[in-house]
């Protein structure tokens, strides 16, 4: 009988790149196909990352639209043009069976957020991939207690704030959760806080690594 570690209440997830694959992939494959310098759209990102089109995005505070305007911008100030929309349709990775499974044991046995740096998808009757992802991904976003997003909170990660606000809601403090994510860069905060963090860049490890944290024996 799995006996779960007592100094844990929650276990706390990104999605992108932690439940699916990373987009940094199709990054990847797409700054190949057009003969652009590798990580270019990272580094896009990464350029004024408090106030760049990406983070407006994921804020809600400016619509797509606006969004492949300024990433063009943005990009080009850089030396390459690349379109918002081109990037936002790489977003869509495939899905890690086995981490989901790692979500329905942990929900047995603690309680299960997801934090994520998102965006308001469009008119759900549109066939687009990003929205096909978001109907795809509905039955595991189910299994969560809550689920903090960027786009509806307006504020994202690294930004403390948003870890507070999935504590909040599942009553618990950080020294009591374990907190999944494919960046660093938000691991970081939330290991000050006292959580105890993982990067998720082979899922396979960091399921490893969930078990130590939790004591649970995952499949």
């Keep these: 009988m799995t006996t779960p570690n007592p100094e844990i209440r929650a276990v706390l ?6 439940f699916t694959s990373s987009p940094f992939e199709a990054f990847e494959r797409f700054e190949r196909d057009h003969s652009l310098p590798q990580n270019f759209i990272r580094t896009v990102n990464s350029t004024n990352p408090d106030n760049n089109a990406w983070a407006k995005l994921e804020a809600n ?4 639209e606006t969004f492949d305007e300024l990433f063009q911008l943005e990009s080009e ?13 790489l977003l869509s990775g495939k899905l890690r069976p086995r981490m989901v499974e790692a979500l329905a044991t942990c929900k047995n046995h603690f309680k299960v957020g997801c934090i ?4 308001k998808p469009v008119d759900l009757s549109q066939n687009t991939p990003a929205n096909r992802q978001f109907t795809d991904t509905g039955p595991i976003m189910a299994m969560f207690d809550t ?6 909170e307006g504020v994202r990660k690294p930004n403390p704030r948003i870890y507070e606000i999935a504590c909040s809601r599942l ?3 950080p020294t ?9 860069i938000n691991l970081k905060p939330a290991r000050a806080m006292g959580m105890t963090t993982i990067k998720v860049v082979d899922p396979d490890e960091a399921i490893l690594e969930l078990q130590e944290a939790t004591w649970l ?3």
Excluded: K, Y
């Design 13 to 18: 997830w990104d999605f992108g790149g932690v």
């Design 61 to 64: 505070e400016i619509s797509r």
């Design 77 to 89: 100030a850089l030396g390459h043009t690349v379109r918002g929309a081109d990037v936002l349709l």
């Design 116 to 119: 994520t740096n998102n965006m």
């Design 147 to 152: 689920i903090v997003e960027s786009s509806i």
């Design 171 to 173: 009553n618990v403090s």
């Design 176 to 184: 009591e959760c374990v907190f999944l994510d494919d960046l660093g």
């Design 217 to 219: 024996q995952f499949p």
